[in-house]
């Protein structure tokens, strides 16, 4: 009997790419369309966030057109890569199926969502910054006044932007290098690292896009805090 490993279909590179397009915008418009025909119950919680907002002091919000519009983009590029994740996991449930009933091991699905994971990590950036989900060491900071918090995140993003700018400087440098010599990775699949390396730049121009964002709002809250306060 024959015991050797059957790798059997094969993902095409192009359909790889074409799907994590479009994907995620079938999902979104799906989700749109359940909830128009059925909205959601707000919690109570969801209640009394929206009751505290109504009452808020209007000249507390520092949003504008400009930030709102890169706060969109931040939100949505965040939500659009979100919807990848559904992707691994139906992928490594087709490598179960296939490598342990029908002894037909994928060559495919530990790189492609290996591939996934990083791009998705890069490209939520944005989204994260927006949300406040970054990591924050707290010693010195939750001791500050309110005015004083904002003053440290308009101090501290001197270092984002140092950071962020590295990035896109190197990852652009990357890219180029990956697009110039048409690489590719070194796993059977071959796919080539070029596109990847690109999403390393877009994850750049998009946690840029969020921290100029933030800091507008930021310099405006102090502003208006020293101006009240």
């Known amino acids: 009997m024959n015991t050797e490993p059957d790798f059997g279909f094969v993902l095409p590179h192009m359909v790889y790419w074409g799907w994590l397009a479009i994907m995620p915008l079938i999902l979104i418009a799906w989700s749109g369309w359940q909830e128009r ?3 959601p119950t707000p919690t109570p919680d969801e209640e009394l966030a929206a009751h505290l907002l109504a009452e808020e002091d209007p000249a507390l919000h520092v949003e504008n057109g400009f930030t709102r ?36 091991p994928t060559i ?19 989204y994260t910054l927006l949300t406040g989900g970054h990591v924050r060491v707290d ?25 962020a700018i590295a990035l896109l400087g190197t990852s652009w440098g990357f890219f180029m290098s990956s697009y110039g010599m048409g690489e590719t990775t070194v796993e059977t699949w071959g796919i080539q690292y070029w596109p990847v390396k690109g999403m390393m730049v877009l994850g ?5 896009l969020a921290g100029i964002s933030k800091l507008a709002k930021d310099i405006v809250l102090f502003q208006r805090m020293g101006r009240e306060g």
């Open 108 to 126: 495919w699905v530990h790189e492609s969502c290996f591939l996934l994971f990083g791009m998705q990590y890069l490209l939520a950036g944005a």
């Open 69 to 104: 519009v890169l706060d969109t983009i931040s939100k949505w590029s965040g939500i659009f890569v979100a919807f990848w994740t559904v992707n691994a996991v139906v992928a490594y449930f087709y490598e179960v199926i296939m490598r342990y009933i029908f002894n037909q």
């Open 37 to 39: 025909r059925q909205p």
């Open 139 to 163: 010693v010195l900071y939750i001791k500050l006044p309110p005015r004083g918090r904002v003053g440290m995140d308009i101090f501290t993003s001197v270092f984002f932007f140092i950071f």
């Open 204 to 208: 750049a121009v998009l946690l840029l």
